[in-house]
T-cell receptor, first 111, second 116 residues
């Protein structure tokens, strides 16, 4: 059975801190690893990672994949209150981009 | 591009009634659409995979007679929750796979269902 696990489950930090969110996976037919941010509605896409060791960056967010150790991390530097959300990772497996989601990490950034 | 809409965005119904949720890909053709359910403070759980013109594939533990899925065209899939009960109250999210896009799913905004 495909499995995606995220840690920590929840995290509270102060504005300006740097956070690292973890995602490990055990899936068959792995194609890519995706990160999403979910606030009150549906997830919004952050990154898709297909190759090991290549960092993807968007502003204060960055992510990298290790296909040998089967994990990915999402870094957020200089956190802001607007970063408060649930961060989901998902493994893309099989045909037509079937996604298996992790448990999510709930991040709260306080002033 | 790659916009997916859902209708309604929220619905309240009485126990025993049926509710239909529509998922549309607005600017692309989606050969495959997915339906997820998310309970409060939990992750997205895949309910079923819907391919245009064929029967949906349901995940283990999802009752196909209770959650009817129809994918009648390349831009529309519907989920009907039949004889809804309070335990069916949840956030239902659809997504559409666009082969011409970034090889990933594009999510709709979700539908919050409350069954009284």
């Amino acid at each position: 059975e495909d499995k995606v696990v995220q840690s920590p489950l929840s995290l509270v930090v102060h504005e300006g801190d740097t956070v690292t969110l973890n995602c490990s996976y055990e899936v068959t037919n792995f194609r890519s690893l995706l990160w999403y941010k979910q606030e009150k509605k549906a997830p919004t896409f952050l990154f898709m990672l297909t190759s090991s060791g290549i960092e993807k960056k968007s502003g204060r967010l960055s992510s990298i994949l290790d296909k040998k150790e089967l994990f990915s991390i999402l870094n957020i530097t200089a956190t802001q209150t607007g970063d408060s959300a649930v961060y989901l990772c998902a493994a893309n497996t099989g045909t037509a981009s079937k996604l298996t989601f992790g448990t999510g990490t709930r991040l709260q950034v306080t002033l | 591009g790659a916009v997916v809409s859902q209708h309604p965005s929220w619905v309240i119904c009485k126990s025993g009634t049926s509710v239909k949720i529509e998922c549309r890909s607005l600017d692309f053709q989606a050969t495959t659409m997915f339906w997820y359910r998310q309970f409060p403070k939990q992750s997205l759980m895949l309910m079923a995979t819907s391919n245009e013109g064929s029967k949906a594939t349901y995940e283990q533990g999802v009752e196909k007679d209770k959650f009817l899925i129809n994918h009648a065209s390349l831009t529309l899939s519907t989920l009907t929750v039949t004889s809804a009960h309070p335990e069916d109250s949840s956030f239902y999210i659809c997504s559409a796979y666009w082969r011409g896009g970034a090889d990933t799913q594009y999510f709709g905004p979700g539908t919050r269902l409350t069954v009284l």
